[in-house]
């Protein structure tokens, strides 16, 4: 020890320490709420006793239940986000990283992400604000998968005419219309939803080996 006496935070430090801690309280259980209670049932009194806090820190922090509850899915989707855009960029190619994204939407379905993000969908079709605030989100993705299929095409893919744009709706939207399917309870028996993306992997491993010179010979 120097004998350097360290001092607590300023009053402000500390106050903006419990406001974070007070947020991410509220974010947490909302969050526990949402996925035992959907949408619909969400009881802001009882996000508030989840997280120990009065009711009207809810109401200060997020303004009202539905702020709240585009908090929450915005917490979610920047972290996934993020995750996804560690995997794209790694090393790896294109079908080994498609695969991992097959084995995301297993993991996303049973954290409850997609449940949350999908009843904002549906919230969406008559609330123009959360319509607005999902499309954001939406959005992100699909900008992510755009700079991927940029970077291939950089690299000497070709996308087969389609531009990078459309590459990334091709890629993204069968994921948004899987997780809707699963969630309403469609099993692979009745339609066979993840079989069929887990074999677009199989197309692009194919593509990718045939560009090496390595496509096997009957």
Known sequence: ?????????????RRDRATAE???AILGAARECLLADG?????????????????????????????????????ENERLLE???????APEPLWVRWDLACDFLETD????YVRILQEMIAAGWSDAE????VRSMIGGW????????????????????FTPEEVAALMGTP????????????????????????????????????ADGDAPRD
């Open 1 to 13: 020890m120097d004998g350097t006496i360290q001092r607590p935070g300023t009053r402000a430090d």
């Open 22 to 24: 007070t947020r991410a």
């Open 39 to 75: 949408y619909a049932n969400l009881s802001t009194r009882r996000v508030a006793d989840q997280a120990e806090v009065p009711l009207s820190q809810i109401h200060y922090h997020f303004g009202s239940k539905l702020q709240l509850i585009l908090a929450v899915l915005a917490a």
């Open 83 to 89: 995750r996804q855009a560690a995997m794209f960029d």
């Open 109 to 112: 379905v049973a954290s409850g």
């Open 130 to 133: 959360v319509a607005a605030s």
């Open 142 to 161: 699909y900008r992510l998968l755009a700079d991927v299929a940029r970077r291939e095409q950089e690299q000497g893919a070709d996308l087969g005419g």
């Open 175 to 210: 994921f948004l219309g899987a997780e809707e399917l699963i969630l309403l309870g469609v099993t692979e028996s009745t339609l066979p939803i993840r079989s069929a993306l887990r074999k677009v992997g199989r197309l692009l491993q194919a593509r990718h080996e045939a």
